[in-house]
């Protein structure tokens, strides 16, 4: 049995980056910052901050591409993959980054914006003429 499940709750660095793959599938991306507060062995309170890479495929990614903003508290979880890359100049770079399966934002209405839940199985409306899109409640307040 294996096992690799990430979860984290911590504040966008930037707006999140919303593009569509050439077969139309949706990508988003985006930054999450996450604080640690310890005391060092003087006593004195520290903050280590540690960056995080996000991304969120189809349909949640078009929700997280419409919601979220920069400073958003959310909730993301996923899994975590190592992926390596050529740059601009053929160097080989290497990432870590979560690949999210569910997202819930934190903040409060008066914050960043509404609270609320979004993944990927969300309940769908459809309209009159047959077009399916997501609902979303940000006024949702079940926490999972």
């Not at 960056?51 to 996923?78: D, P």
Request: glycine share 10%; aromatic share 8%; hydrophobic share 30%.
């Amino acid at each position: 049995m294996s096992v690799n499940k990430a979860i984290l709750v911590g504040n966008l660095g930037k707006d999140p980056e919303l593009r569509y793959t050439p077969s139309g599938t949706a990508v988003c991306t985006f930054s999450l910052a996450t604080t640690d507060r310890f005391k060092n062995k003087q006593g004195e309170q520290q903050e280590r901050t540690e960056w995080h890479n996000i991304v969120v495929w189809a349909g949640l990614a078009e929700i997280c591409g419409k919601y979220l903003t920069k400073g958003k508290q959310v909730y993301i979880e996923g899994r975590i993959q190592n992926r390596s890359y050529d740059d601009r100049d053929g160097n080989k770079r290497y990432i870590s980054e979560i690949v999210a399966n569910e997202m819930q934002m934190l903040s409060r209405a008066g914050d960043q914006g509404g609270g609320g839940s979004a993944r990927p199985t969300s309940p769908v409306a459809e309209s009159s003429a047959g077009s399916q899109e997501p609902t979303f409640n940000p006024d949702d307040d079940i926490p999972f």
